[in-house]
């Protein structure tokens, strides 16, 4: 027999026994999903993280259905970490779980996924009572670039939970649209210091210099953080009317601030028309 036969049926052969292997592999995690323990089952939902989609994806999706609502999380978060198309129906399914996790993670799914035509139902997910759904479900349409639900995120920057607010706040700069300049606004005295710093950069990224005299005003904040954002911001606005403040901290801010305020001050002396006063601090400096 000659060389390239033996090769070609010892391929073959180890083909086949792969093959054989992987069924072998799928029929016992399969089994495992049937397992009365719980336990079981949530690690088998894991164990499919090591095949491939095509492998796995069917099984996910039949978890989806389990009795245990751990089960149901960890198959909808492995769905969307395949970004498996095929699941689309059966996760749009789970955003009604009587279990908040799944419903959360369920949302994850369907962003990941990109599945645009769920963006109505995930709309409806942001009124959730619970804020770890309403958070995955604004982060889902971020990853949707669903336009059409500027309305409905604009109304989750008043929502009761930070976090959720935060990410409304992010996906908003993300989707540049110019209706969310004067709630982002209103964020700028939120309570929480991180909202805060979301809506200055925010604000920085959508690029509205109407915004800057409210922006300049948090640059005494009583947070670091929120102080060096407001700087930072104001020099990606080029807003000129920042000069006179972003000068006072170069000439008498602490280091650290210093050095931010000489690189906003760049900033605005390079914006058109250049900001004559911050070329002048610069050069004086």
């Known amino acids: 027999m000659s060389r390239l036969l033996w090769i070609a049926l010892a391929s073959w052969w180890s083909g086949a026994a792969s093959a054989?292997?992987?069924?072998?592999?799928?029929?016992?995690?399969?089994?495992?999903?049937?397992?009365?323990?719980?336990?079981?089952?949530r690690e088998a939902v894991d164990r499919l993280a090591d095949f491939d989609r095509d492998a796995a994806s069917p099984l996910l999706v039949r978890a989806l259905g389990d009795a245990d609502a751990e089960v149901r999380a960890r198959a909808a978060q492995a769905l969307g970490r395949f970004r498996a198309p095929e699941a689309e129906a059966p996760l749009l399914e789970r955003l009604g779980d009587p279990a908040a996790g799944v419903r959360a993670r369920a949302a994850e799914a369907l962003g990941a996924i990109g599945a645009r035509r769920t963006s109505p139902a995930l709309v409806r997910a942001l009124a959730d009572p619970e804020h770890e759904v309403r958070q995955a479900a604004v982060a889902a349409l971020g990853h949707l670039d669903a336009q059409d639900a500027v309305p409905a995120l604009l109304g989750r920057l008043d929502d009761e939970t930070a976090g959720v607010r935060r990410a409304a706040i992010d996906v908003l700069a993300r989707l540049r649209d110019p209706?969310?300049?004067?709630?982002?606004?209103?964020?700028?005295?939120?309570?929480s210091r991180e909202v805060r710093s979301a809506a200055l950069e925010a604000l920085g990224e959508l690029g509205d210099r109407r915004a800057a005299p409210a922006m300049i005003r948090l640059l005494r904040d009583p947070t670091d953080e929120v102080r060096v954002q407001a700087v930072?911001?104001?020099?990606?606005?080029?807003?000129?009317?920042?000069?006179?403040?972003?000068?006072?901290?170069?000439?008498?801010?602490?280091?650290?601030?210093?050095?931010?305020?000489?690189?906003?001050?760049?900033?605005?002396?390079?914006?058109d028309p250049p900001d004559e006063a911050a070329i002048m601090a610069l050069v004086q400096d």
């Open 20 to 41: 054989d292997d992987l069924y072998d592999r799928v029929e016992a995690v399969a089994a495992e999903l049937r397992a009365p323990e719980p336990t079981r089952r």
């Open 179 to 191: 209706r969310a300049v004067v709630p982002l606004l209103g964020r700028l005295g939120d309570a």
């Open 232 to 271: 930072e911001s104001l020099g990606q606005l080029g807003a000129r009317a920042a000069t006179p403040s972003l000068v006072e901290l170069l000439e008498h801010g602490p280091d650290g601030m210093r050095a931010r305020a000489a690189a906003a001050l760049a900033r605005i002396a390079a914006a």
